[in-house]
């Protein structure tokens, strides 16, 4: 099922500027992971927080988990043409029957202007 | 590495036609997924196979069938082609589950007329 849920499901920023998307879902979760998608290809893995991490950097992203709120962010700084994607959450369940599948929201498309 | 491959890239079917995709990986991993991804409703899950050897339904497998056929391989099979079935299909492979990330292939567009 799709437990998380982007918003926004647009966002259009410039060059320079930060963008930032954010998750939320539904039940108690392993990990939430971030992934990105430029137009006609497959997703590529950003990065993975833990349950028990609140923080977590990687070059430009930050991404914050709130376990209290099942919420997250993803914050790009300094954006460039090329993060022009959608930007996925998803998030993989504490106890599963699906052999830990991941459950995907529906995504944020961001558009970065020159 | 190639990571996963998938084929075909592309493919166009009539209704109640047949077809395999096909997909690969070479990272040894244990796990592997087939998902459809349809315009404003994300990625959903057809099937997983949490290990060699093993099979699940996830959240929409009518119409489909899967086959582990070793470790490297996951195919996906539509028996009798219906024009809902038009997607664009992800294969990905994961170390164990959702514990670790995944890792996508390009992507099949398959379109059913």
């Known amino acids: 099922s799709q437990q998380g849920e982007e918003d926004p499901q647009a966002l259009s920023i410039q060059e320079g500027e930060n963008a930032t998307m954010n998750c939320s879902y539904k039940?108690?979760?392993?990990?939430l992971q971030w992934y990105r998608q430029n137009s006609g290809r497959g997703l590529v893995h950003l990065i993975l927080?833990?349950?028990?991490?609140r923080e977590k950097h990687s070059g430009r992203l930050r991404v914050t988990l709130d376990t209290s709120k099942k919420s997250s962010s993803l914050l790009i700084t300094a954006s460039r043409a090329a993060d022009t994607a959608s930007y996925f959450c998803?998030?993989?369940?504490?106890?599963?029957?699906?052999?830990?599948?991941?459950?995907f929201g529906k995504g944020t498309s961001l558009l970065v202007t020159p | 590495n190639a990571g996963v491959t998938q084929t075909p890239k592309f493919q166009v079917l009539k209704t109640g036609q047949s077809m395999t995709l096909q997909c690969a990986q070479d990272m040894n991993h244990n796990s592997m997924y087939w998902y459809r991804q349809d315009p404003g409703m994300g990625l959903r899950l057809i099937y997983y196979s949490a290990s060699e050897g093993t099979t699940d339904k996830g959240e929409v497998p009518n119409g489909y069938n899967v086959s582990r056929l070793n470790k490297r391989e996951f195919s996906l099979r539509l028996e009798s082609a219906a024009p809902s079935q038009t997607s664009v299909y992800f294969c990905a492979s994961s170390q164990s589950g959702g514990l670790h990330e995944q890792y996508f292939g390009p992507g099949t567009r398959l379109t059913v007329t």
């Open positions: 998803a998030t993989a369940p504490t106890h599963s029957n699906s052999g830990y599948a991941l459950n």
């Open positions: 927080i833990r349950s028990n991490e």
């Open positions: 039940t108690s979760i392993n990990n």
